[in-house]
């Protein structure tokens, strides 16, 4: 050891020299190649909530790059789940959030009572929230997509964690689920288990389509492993205005959710070109399944993914510009 | 065992008999009465308790621009270390001070950790240390990576700044201690995600938040350390001091803390892993670095990547881990290279190291190719293609044999523990505890279960906190048999101990994140998957409790047991194993309290109860109240479960000692 | 021709017969611990005996109303049986221990009213200690524990190195300045423990079962040691053992303890030779008597017929230097002081003392 020891320092020092003559013989110096600044002004900074899920990824890739590209802002993503992006609102540090599905308690506290957020108009994308099957299951029993034959099938979804009922595998829990209500409602042999994020959701239907065992869960549209599984949706009693009021007494499906922008007071305000981009900002769900399969199958960066789509649609870009 | 018959119980006859009664009693009732007074909550459901918690949150919100404490204080710690982990960013990850770059490029981050590593800790860390680093360039996470280690350390560092003196201050005070012991258990079994949220209330999104949501949990391990250090020295050594007339700082600087030393390294490793497993979490307020990619990748159920980033994040633990504890052993035999000549050589090697540091730095600063990581060797693309494989066929040809054994063990042990502590009425579950802990663990320990189960029903989640009860309890008992299996064949062979230590430091180590994709696919989203997790985080700490247990026995007493003619069994049953009963008894505690820490993570995957409670409160506004009481919950389901199980251990061991 | 008359009461000295000056006074020495300690000295509770008081109060009293006093350059050993109070005692002087009541004098001073600064300097300037566990600072070299007690004095380091280099000298340590003090064995580390002690050149050396934890081998040496470095260095020292042999061949006088309270006080061969009760005198029935009573203790009155031109030895002749004498002399040799005949030792008196240990219990 102590004889190894003594030439630690001369094999540093050889490392050290050998790194002086590799700098002598060149290699580009910091900051020659350097591009030109891009700022072309008048736009500013936005700063973008991230939800975490691939679609609302993909609308703000694609808001963000038209906004670099041709608006010239600088855009500011942060990675934040809803709750703390609305808080965000609030203390000034987040400026939009550009894929809303619902949340009226927050609606309620950040744009009428606190007054620090503002609507900032749909998406245009429709979100479907409800039950869903794998497509065998679908094919297999094709009665089963009607709620009122759910308990003739309850057996074939019991799990070890049913208690003997039909297991209905509920949510990512960023949502709110009547689902514990319906059950009771509708009189359903089957009991609520939670799954307890999208990730488990996802896994639980991949591998029910592929070992084709029977799962019935709560899912959503638009969301990008709809392009790999097409689930299935159970229809349950028809929404109709109101039938939600009650919690407790829940007995009918989910609402269509027309996705929405949300920005805060102080961005709409502030007279951005990035305001109206984001304001006039509509697009469908195929355009963000588009995108999303980018991200998710493709594995392309949100960024690359936006570019590709915004070049191959330009005239939709050109609607969502600032008049001016 | 042998301690409950001991001769000790005067008053009892045998506290054996009567715990065995306590539960056939249990569940003697527990058949009249099951399915009463359950207390059951539905999931969208809330008490009154519930809702204020929640309006409480709206109070700081409400708050935040005119309160003093806000204006004056809470506002300049964030500006503070805003600019701190700004600063450090700027230093080695992000592009600053008008350059493309951060001021030191890869070469010279990956210089200066080597130059520390052979400077504090030796040849080998150091080797490591360069390879680690440079692994981080080549899985393509170079720029993640440094921003994980900007915020780790800041975290550290000024968690070090205020655990240290604290420390100090409860190892010189048993009052102070006995204050600030309930907090720390506080802060380490309080769910993250229950006061994420809040915490950007207080700091606002951004480095400040994730650096303090780290420190909290970061902060415990050097506290409790240098406390402990500062306690341990010999009474003989201060006493001496004293006897020379030394003044309290004296005592102070030339004795306690230079014989604390060791162990106040042994902290500062603890509060760096414990700021490194805070990696991922804390992505979820927008910290910067690998968490984020884990994350994100998780959206996409891109396992490869996941696990590439997981990767890098146990690299960068098992390097820091290596570095730490040999800069720990190092403190040990710091002066001993004494001898005059022997220094010389030191200080010329220090002056070396330094200076061929600094040129790299140099270099880095300058140059581009020593600036950015060179992208060609992308080591990354293999890693995430090799993951993605290995994930996609364990959940496609392992799921046949899987199914079974989650079944098996679903069936057999969690559902019936899980009927029999949640189907029983609270009272009868909460007097059965009572008298468990007065027969196991004494007086004091029975008043901590009462109110522990007065809290729960309180808290309206005493039904949800059975269910995560018995899912806790199933999955320490899984890990304690892993524990004991593991731990004493590691403890036996040091060949064992060398090929499974990476591997239980990788269980460690790795964000649960990144497993829970292959884990779900294999058992669905069930409690089982939930207590796969925690084994494979809690595992790895009570096999290695065990094995130093084991280790630790005296050589003496296994040479006369070999020379007595014990066969390898009778060594390991009537020797190791009962001599090494310290070391097993902390590794239950331990294993339980990490158990505890990952029901959260169980939450996300199928288990429900508590931990869904958690992630929900996180996830939607009208829950945050109950995701509070349920982080409560946790935290006393954690305490009184603690105190037991220590009051049992002390008393068993206790009595053991005065047969 | 006169007889000469034996001077009986020149036997159990009385223990102030020596002239020079008490340095440390020691009055009425009480350590109770316990709650509410204070309750019990000066009460009825005081007269309980050690188990008695325990049960009633609860209390433990180490030290119970311990009066002495050490006279300069003297080596005054404390020995009692494990748990009689005696590091307690010790402790209760420089104050490591808070008395309960009583008085400690130094030079005339109460020393129990120091506190804070006063206290400190006291034991840095004035007391040295040596621990049966050592109580070394593993992280330091050698040199640097012997001059820790000169660190903190604010002694300057190049003045406090040589002073500890001196010292290490003197306790024949010289070539291990630089080891740590893991890699010594026990005797050397006492050693060093002695020499940080010694560092500070203090005026009282109390020294706790020094060696206790040592080889008897080692101990021995250590003992021969102290002796010379009392020789040397001449400093007052209070000497804790439980180890008689220890006692008797350190000690000017002994105090010996029992459950806290002085048993009995005097020079080892008054303790030997008169034991005070039957604790001291179970104590000191194993020790070899002529190895430590001298001829004062068996020389018989001369009688008529004794033929007085024998050899003469003085009173103070510790019996097993005089054997020979006395053997090869064939006739009553003379036990003389000044001049003056204090009486005859012969064959039978001598051999009752060599054999009879049986004689005695
Ligand atoms: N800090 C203490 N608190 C209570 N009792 C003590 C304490 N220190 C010593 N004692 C008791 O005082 C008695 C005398 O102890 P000690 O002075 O150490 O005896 P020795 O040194 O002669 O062996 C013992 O019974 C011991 O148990
Ligand atoms: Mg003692």
């Known amino acids: 050891m102590a004889v190894t020891r003594k030439y630690g320092p001369r094999a540093l020092a050889l490392v050290a020299g050998a790194g002086l003559l590799l700098s002598g013989c060149g290699g580009a110096k910091v900051g020659e190649t350097q591009a030109a600044s891009d700022g072309k002004g008048g736009c500013g900074t936005v700063n973008l909530a991230i939800n975490p899920w691939v679609g609302y990824e993909a609308n703000a890739a694609v808001i963000a790059y038209v906004a670099e590209k041709n608006l010239g802002c600088t855009v500011v993503k942060k990675d934040l789940k809803e709750e703390v992006a609305w808080q965000g609102f609030g203390t000034g540090e987040v400026d939009a959030i550009v894929e809303n599905w619902g949340h009226d308690d927050l609606k309620k506290k950040y744009i009428d009572e606190q007054k620090t957020a503002v609507s900032a108009g749909v998406t245009g994308n429709k979100g479907v929230i409800g039950w869903f099957v794998p497509p065998w299951m679908a094919e297999k029993y094709p009665d089963i997509t009607d709620w009122k034959n759910l308990n003739k099938y309850a057996d074939l979804f019991k799990t070890s964690e049913s208690g003997g009922k039909g297991q209905l595998l509920d949510g990512d829990p960023s949502f709110v689920t009547n689902d514990e209500a319906l059950v009771k409602n509708l009189d359903l042999n089957f009991k609520v288990v939670y799954a307890g994020s999208e990730a488990a959701l996802i896994t639980a239907f991949r591998q029910a389509e592929r070992t084709k065992t029977p799962l019935l869960g709560y899912f959503y549209d638009p969301q990008w492993f709809m392009s790999e599984v097409k689930l299935v949706k159970v229809n349950l009693p028809e929404y109709t205005e109101g039938c939600d009021a009650d919690a407790e007494k829940i007995a009918c499906d989910y609402p269509l959710y027309d996705l929405d922008k949300i920005v805060s007071k102080k961005f709409a305000d502030s007279g951005s070109p990035a305001y109206q981009l984001i304001k006039n900002f509509t697009w469908t769900n195929d355009d963000q399944n588009l995108v999303a399969k980018y991200i998710s199958e493709d594995k392309m960066s949100p960024e690359d993914a936006a570019a590709k789509w915004v070049n191959d649609n330009p005239d939709k870009v050109k609607a969502w510009l600032p008049s001016s | ?659 | 021709m006169t007889v000469p008359t034996v001077e009986r009461e020149e036997r159990p000295a009385p223990a102030t017969d020596d002239d020079r000056p008490a340095v440390l006074d020691v009055r009425g020495l009480w350590k109770v611990f316990g709650q509410r300690a204070e309750r019990v000295v000066g009460t009825p509770l005081a007269t309980l005996d050690r188990a008695e008081l325990k049960r009633a109060t609860g209390c433990v009293a180490a030290v119970r109303d311990v009066s002495f006093s050490v006279r300069r350059g003297e080596v005054f050993v404390v020995m009692g049986l494990s748990g009689s109070g005696k590091s307690t005692l010790v402790r209760c002087l420089n104050r490591l221990i808070e008395p309960t009541a009583g008085q400690v004098l130094l030079d005339g001073e109460d020393v129990l009213g120091y506190a804070g600064k006063r206290l400190r300097e006291l034991r840095r300037h004035r007391f040295g200690m040596v621990f049966q566990h050592f109580g070394l600072l593993p992280h330091r070299r050698v040199l640097d524990n012997v001059a820790f007690g000169l660190e903190i004095r604010g002694v300057k380091k190049a003045d406090r190195l040589a002073r500890a280099q001196e010292v290490l000298e003197l306790v024949g340590l010289a070539g291990f300045e630089g080891s740590y003090p893991d890699q010594l064995s026990g005797g050397m580390q006492q050693r060093v423990g002695l020499a940080r002690a010694l560092a500070v050149d203090p005026e009282v050396l109390f020294f706790d079962e020094p060696f206790s934890a040592l080889d008897p081998l080692i101990r021995r040496e250590m003992q021969n040691e102290v002796i010379r470095l009392h020789h040397e260095v001449g400093k007052t020292m209070i000497f804790i053992t439980h180890d008689l042999s220890e006692a008797l061949k350190l000690g000017d006088r002994i105090l010996i303890m029992r459950d806290g309270a002085l048993v009995q006080m005097g020079t080892p061969d008054e303790v030997v030779g008169a034991p005070a009760d039957d604790y001291v005198r179970d104590f000191v029935s194993d020790v070899p008597r002529s190895d430590v009573l001298t001829l004062r203790w068996i020389m018989r009155d001369a009688t008529p017929d004794d033929p007085l031109d024998g050899p003469e030895l003085g009173p103070d002749t510790v019996i097993r230097d005089a054997v020979r004498t006395v053997l090869s002399a064939r006739r009553p040799v003379k036990v003389v002081r000044d001049g003056r005949l204090l009486g005859v030792v012969t064959t039978a008196e001598v051999l009752e003392v060599i054999a009879g240990a049986g004689g005695q219990s």
């Open chain 2, 1 to 659: 065992m042998v301690a409950v018959s001991a001769p000790v119980t005067r008053r009892l006859p045998s506290r054996s008999y009567l715990t065995g009664a306590v539960l056939l009693a249990w569940i003697a009732l527990w058949v009249l009465l099951n399915g009463r007074d359950t207390l059951p909550l539905g999931g969208a459901q809330l008490t009154p308790l519930h809702t204020r918690f929640g309006e409480g949150a709206d109070v700081i919100d409400a708050n935040r621009d005119s309160n003093p404490v806000f204006l004056y204080f809470v506002n300049y710690i964030r500006l503070f270390i805003d600019a701190t982990v700004t600063f450090v960013q700027a230093l080695i990850s992000q592009p600053s001070f008008g350059r493309p770059v951060p001021l030191v490029g890869w070469l010279g981050v990956t210089g200066v950790a080597t130059a520390i590593a052979y400077l504090y800790g030796n040849r080998k860390v150091a080797v490591l240390t360069a390879a680690g680093f440079v692994s981080f360039g080549l899985l393509g996470l170079w720029e993640e990576s440094m921003d994980t280690l900007a915020l780790t350390l800041t975290a550290v560092a000024l968690s070090l700044a205020v655990g240290i003196p604290l420390g100090v201050w409860a190892g010189l005070s048993d009052r102070f201690n006995r204050v600030v012991t309930p907090v720390l258990d506080f802060m380490q079994t309080m769910p993250t995600f229950v006061y994420l949220a809040p915490l950007t209330l207080f700091f606002l999104i951004g480095p400040a938040s994730a650096t303090v949501a780290t420190m909290i949990y970061a902060i415990p391990p050097a506290i409790r350390l240098t406390a402990h250090g500062i306690r341990q020295t010999p009474p003989a050594t201060l006493e001496a001091a004293e006897a020379l007339g030394v003044t309290g700082g004296q005592s102070l600087r030339k004795v306690r803390l230079p014989l604390a030393k060791q162990t106040i390294v042994v902290g500062i490793n603890q509060t760096i892993m414990a700021a490194l497993s805070m990696a991922t979490i804390a992505a979820l307020i927008d910290a910067p670095g690998l968490g984020k990619t884990v994350l994100k990748a998780l959206q996409t159920l891109d396992v490869g990547t996941a696990f590439n980033a997981g990767l890098a994040i146990v690299i960068m633990a098992i390097v820091l881990d290596r570095v730490t504890s040999a800069a720990s052993r190092r403190v040990e035999i710091a002066h001993r290279t004494g001898r005059s000549g022997r220094r010389r050589l030191r200080r010329m090697e220090t002056a070396a190291t330094a200076v061929a540091a600094v040129v790299l730095v140099y270099l880095s600063y300058t140059y581009v190719w020593a600036a950015e990581f060179p992208a060609g060797a992308d080591l990354g693309s293999y890693v995430r293609r090799g993951a993605d494989a290995a994930s996609g066929w364990v959940q496609e040809t392992l799921v046949a044999y899987t199914n079974g054994l989650k079944n098996a063990i679903t069936y057999a042990l969690l559902n019936p523990f899980e009927a029999l502590l949640a189907g029983s009425p609270w009272w009868l579950v909460a007097v059965v505890a009572v008298a468990l802990a007065l027969l196991l663990a004494g007086v004091r320990a029975s008043i901590t279960a009462a109110v522990g189960c007065v809290l729960l029903v309180a808290l309206g989640l005493w039904h949800d906190s059975m269910v995560t009860l018995a899912t806790t309890l199933v999955a320490t008992l899984l890990v304690m048999v892993l524990g004991v299996v593991l731990g004493v064949w590691m403890g036996r062979s040091d060949r064992v101990d060398r090929v499974l230590r990476p591997v239980l430091d990788a269980g460690q180590t790795m964000p649960a994140f990144v497993y829970l994709v292959p884990i779900l696919g294999l058992f669905g989203a069930t409690r089982f998957t939930a207590i796969i997790a925690a084994v494979v985080f809690a595992a790895p700490v009570s096999v290695k409790l065990v094995a130093e247990g084991i280790r630790g026995v005296p050589h003496t007493a296994v040479e006369a047991a070999t020379a007595g003619g014990a066969s390898t069994w009778q060594l390991i049953s009537k020797v190791q194993l009962p001599m090494a009963r310290a070391g097993i008894t902390l590794a239950a505690s331990q294993g339980l309290i990490y158990v505890l820490s990952m029901v959260v993570v169980g939450g996300l995957v199928g288990a429900g109860a508590l931990g869904y409670d958690v992630v929900a409160g996180f996830s939607q506004y009208q829950l945050r109240g109950k995701g509070l009481a349920a982080g409560l919950a946790i935290v006393v389901l954690g305490i009184v479960l603690d105190r037991i199980m220590r009051a049992a251990a002390a008393r068993a061991g206790g009595s053991s000692a005065t047969r």
